[in-house]
């Protein structure tokens, strides 16, 4: 994530791990859907169990 802030420094950055806590989650995907993240950065199980397929509805890019 250090990279990803060094290199776009103008972006803000959210991320999503599995050690976070469930209510710490639900957070930054709420500060991503409403535009107050530019970037979110997930682990494939965190991505797969939230379900962001219904989540995101516009331009995104994902890479596993």
């Known amino acids: ?16 791990h599995g050690r976070l806590k469930n ?12 535009g107050q993240l530019d ?4 682990t494939r199980a965190c991505f797969i ?4 397929a219904t989540l995101l509805s516009s331009n995104v890019g994902m890479v596993f």
Do not use: A, D, Q, W
């Open 49 to 52: 169990r939230f379900g962001f």
């Open 39 to 42: 970037i979110l950065l997930s």
């Open 23 to 34: 209510e710490e989650k639900e957070e930054i995907l709420k500060s991503f859907k409403n």
């Open 1 to 16: 994530t250090r990279r990803l802030k060094k290199e776009f420094p103008e972006f803000s950055l959210g991320v999503l």
